[in-house]
């Protein structure tokens, strides 16, 4: 494959050298792209030998061979990593002052941009905005992860690894997803569609200070929104206990609307409202199956002795949703498993999507590392027949857009 890899101005360029060498020894063409601001960071010498291709980042180089036009249209796919807050800015704008800003125009290739800058530049306005234009022009967005970040503090910005990055860029090409260059067309196979997701982990309370909960993030269905969203839907986005740094990108998104809920039983009236014109239902949240019989008014105290709560049941949101179902709508549950194997978790899936009736289940293995927590997810796709229609592994946005390519596949009640 033609792979063309834009390198910009950020210090993790240097990573960028370990991708280039991975997608080279993989049997793939590769041509660096770097900004004049990347070779501060990484020279010339570096990205031709590891490319094995002469390198140039003018387009006033190498001009009777029309390199910049050639570049963006032999491409099969184009990769820019580290992507700035500044290249995703230019982007966004279609500018083209030098060669990658030109190929990027001249692609119809899929793009795949690996974000990296300091968690307030990430979060600021103009780079969500921007990352929304580029995501519904059908740019593929890796990353960014959370984690250290090179000026000592920590947060969302660092850019992924390498290998995740190729993974996931080569994945999207094995999808024969729609290009992200010159037609700029993003799949709107969601559009007119109205989606109620709900996410995140209830809490129950215990007294004015303390709860029962879970470990789950919200990062899952927030990502379900956000590509239900990019690819069209109207979405109602139920959140409980949610951080707002996990929400940025999706409540930015001019098509999600957040209802941020706490209990169950809040979770519950929302979904319920949501579902009255929804099209598509998903239950991501991690709702709590029990909660306190009373709570208590005050603070429990040490010295009244070990406090014995008596549980009662919460409903099972999902059930009853399934059971109220507006005639063609669609519902899709997710069930966390912990498993010893692949076979026993599809066979505990296969039982939980018989009890819930739901149109699709996603099961996913949790463990004390896995699935919650993370940026990375795989989930196993059952459908109404108990069939395994998708096996899906990636970031949790990989496994959102898997999600909804399975809605789509069941066709009612898209359009
Ligand atoms: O039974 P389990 O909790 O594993 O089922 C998971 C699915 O059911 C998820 O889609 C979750 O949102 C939903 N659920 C629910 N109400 C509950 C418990 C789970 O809607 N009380």
Redesign the pocket.
């Known amino acids: 494959m033609f792979v063309v890899v834009g390198v910009t101005g950020g210090i993790a360029a240097y990573k960028t050298v370990q991708l280039v060498r991975t997608l080279v020894t993989n049997g793939h063409e590769v041509h660096v792209v770097p900004t004049v601001d990347a070779l501060r960071f990484v020279g010339t010498a570096t990205w031709e030998a590891v490319s094995r291709n002469p390198v140039t980042t003018s387009v006033h180089e190498d001009v009777a061979q029309v390199r910049h036009v050639a570049l963006g249209t032999s491409a099969d796919l184009v990769i820019v990593a580290p992507a700035t807050a500044h290249t995703l800015a230019r982007m966004a704008a279609g500018l083209a002052d030098d060669l990658l800003g030109v190929t990027l125009l001249a692609t119809t290739a899929p793009v795949v941009v690996a974000p990296a800058m300091h968690t307030a530049m990430w979060e600021h306005a103009a780079t969500q905005q921007n990352l929304h234009t580029l995501r519904e022009r059908g740019v593929h967005v890796v990353g960014p992860a959370d984690g250290p970040l090179t000026g000592g503090d920590s947060g969302p910005g660092r850019m992924v690894e390498p290998d995740e990055i190729a993974a996931a860029a080569l994945a999207v090409v094995a999808r024969g997803d729609a290009a992200g260059g010159v037609s700029g067309k993003a799949r709107h196979d969601l559009a007119g569609l109205s989606v109620a997701v709900?996410t995140g982990g209830t809490r129950e309370p215990i007294d004015p200070v303390r709860f029962l909960g879970n470990r789950s993030s919200g990062r899952q269905g927030a990502a379900l929104a956000q590509a239900a969203a990019d690819r069209g839907a109207d979405v109602t986005l139920v959140a409980a206990h949610v951080d707002d740094g996990v929400l940025t990108e999706a409540s930015r998104h001019p098509r999600v609307a957040v209802v941020r809920v706490s209990t169950?039983a809040e979770l519950q009236s929302a979904m319920t409202d949501a579902a009255a014109t929804a099209d598509v239902v998903a239950?991501?949240?991690?709702?709590?199956?029990y909660r306190v019989a009373a709570i208590a008014p005050g603070k429990l105290r040490k010295e009244d002795g070990i406090p014995r709560l008596e549980l009662v049941e919460?409903?099972?949101?999902?059930?009853?949703?399934v059971a109220g179902r507006r005639p063609g709508q669609l519902l899709v549950?997710?069930?966390?498993?912990t498993a010893a194997d692949d076979a026993e978790l599809v066979e505990r899936g296969r039982r939980?999507r018989a009890?819930?009736g739901?149109d699709l289940l996603a099961v996913n293995r949790v463990s004390w590392d896995e699935g919650f927590e993370t940026t990375e997810n795989r989930v196993v796709l059952l459908d109404a027949h108990d069939e395994v229609v998708a096996d899906a592994a990636g970031t949790k946005c990989d496994v959102a857009d898997a999600v909804w390519d399975a809605v789509v596949a069941l066709g009612s009640p898209v359009r």
Not at 314 to 321: F, S
């Open positions: 709900s169950a239950m991501v949240a991690a709702v709590a199956d919460n409903p099972d949101i999902l059930a009853g949703l549950g997710f069930a966390a498993e939980k009890r819930k739901v």
